[in-house]
């Protein structure tokens, strides 16, 4: 059974820049969860998609956007990018409501130069 | 208003000897808790997880243990290993809804 898979791994942007990441769940989970993860702040959450739409939000500003498509594939996107955005996204996908089973992926490392 | 926190963000241990992690939450409504190792650069895996209604769960050289009316838990690994070097995250959960902690930085020194 294949596991939660983030792409690109790996990002270099330029300030003022947009990006997007994707996240394709494990097969069969609806939930895909969000966070970034910078030194000394943890896991701090974005947002999560169940179904198409988001579910819950975090306090992160509206620069940061995602979605979720028909088959449960989740983009995230940064607009005017930032040199406090250089972190680790992580994505995480559960089976059903509940946040029981969460499997993260490997995450994608921004950089903001 | 942190409703998960791990007040330790660094640990270290001698190998071969019990590293304890501590966690506490405020939140008398969570019903499920949650311990994720991450190394660098991976995501976080999952680890070992207790219900509400237990206050002890083991897998190994893992045990957590809860303590409901302290809400507290805590992360037991014994004998501590070189790999067990990593960052620990605590993490509690309702329905709808998982709260993670800051993380402890784990040290196995040789």
């Known amino acids: 059974k294949a596991g939660v898979t983030q792409t690109p791994r790996y990002l270099i942007k330029t300030r003022g820049q947009q990006v997007t990441l994707s996240c394709s769940p494990i097969?069969?989970?609806?939930?895909v969860s969000w966070y970034q993860q910078t030194p000394g702040q943890g896991l701090q959450f974005l947002f999560e998609?169940?179904?198409?739409?988001?579910?819950n939000k975090g306090n992160f500003p509206g620069r940061f956007s995602g979605r979720q498509f028909s088959n449960s594939r989740s983009e995230m996107n940064v607009s005017t990018l930032e040199l406090g955005d250089s972190a680790l996204y992580l994505c995480?996908?559960?089976?059903?409501?509940?946040?029981?089973?969460?499997?993260f992926g490997s995450g994608t490392r921004l950089t903001v130069v | 208003d942190q409703q998960v926190k791990q007040n330790s963000p660094s640990l270290s241990v001698q190998e071969g000897r019990i590293s304890i992690l501590n966690c506490d939450y405020t939140?008398?409504?969570?019903?499920?808790f949650l311990w994720y190792k991450k190394y660098p650069a991976e995501g976080p895996t999952f680890l070992i997880s207790?219900?509400?209604?237990?206050d002890k769960n083991e897998d190994g050289r893992f045990t957590v243990f809860l303590n409901k009316s302290a809400k507290h838990l805590s992360l037991h690994i014994v004998p501590s290993q070189p790999g067990d070097s990593a960052v620990y995250f605590c993490?509690?959960?309702?329905?709808?809804?998982?709260?993670f902690g800051k993380g402890t930085r784990l040290h196995i020194l040789p």
């Open positions: 207790i219900s509400s209604i237990k």
């Open positions: 998609y169940f179904s198409e739409t988001q579910r």
């Open positions: 939140n008398s409504m969570f019903d499920y």
């Open positions: 995480a996908s559960s089976s059903d409501r509940g946040a029981y089973g969460y499997t």
């Open positions: 993490a509690a959960s309702t329905y709808d809804k998982i709260i």
């Open positions: 097969s069969g989970h609806r939930s």
